[in-house]
């Protein structure tokens, strides 16, 4: 069709996606790369992504719980400050704003399922490798 104009949302994320691959950059930024297409979609990109993309530097700014799952490090921006660092399993058992993000739980609901884990007011362990950062670039530094 003339310039994709009959392509539904996903169909051109889907290939913009593709074109971005295909050119296989050393470094890839990709801003929610799921956000138009189904969950099962969702899971063949995820899975893809991280294969073609392996031994690349690729940056995802995601909550899909399915491309988080696929990243090697994850990193938490709360107000322009990064606030934890880890991988995506790790992160959904001890940070609880990571948590609500992924899980999109309203703070009604992380407040109960803490209480129900012992957790109450206790500040969330911090990753005992990574030290608390303040700036994407001290990352960059680390990475």
């Known amino acids: 069709t003339e310039r994709g ?3 539904s949302g996903g169909q051109r994320q889907r290939l913009a996606l593709a074109r971005s691959l295909v050119t296989d950059p050393e ?9 138009a297409v189904d969950s099962h979609t969702e899971a063949r990109v995820a899975a893809g992504i991280a ?4 031994g690349r530097t690729t940056v995802a700014f995601a909550s899909s ?8 490090r994850v990193v938490l921006v709360h107000e322009g400050t ?5 991988n995506h ?3 959904l058992r001890t940070e609880p704003r990571y948590r609500a993000v992924v899980t999109r739980e309203t703070d009604d609901d992380a407040a109960a399922a803490d209480t129900a884990n012992g957790v109450g007011d206790v500040p ?14 001290e990352i960059e530094e680390r990475a």
């Open 65 to 72: 719980p399915l491309l988080l799952d696929a990243a090697d």
């Open 82 to 86: 990064v606030v934890a660092v880890g």
């Open 27 to 35: 470094a890839l930024v990709l801003d929610e790369p799921t956000s």
């Open 5 to 7: 104009r009959s392509l």
């Open 124 to 137: 969330a362990p911090k990753s005992d490798d990574v030290p608390a950062m303040k700036s994407i670039e």
């Open 51 to 54: 294969k073609l993309r392996q």
């Open 89 to 91: 399993r790790d992160l």
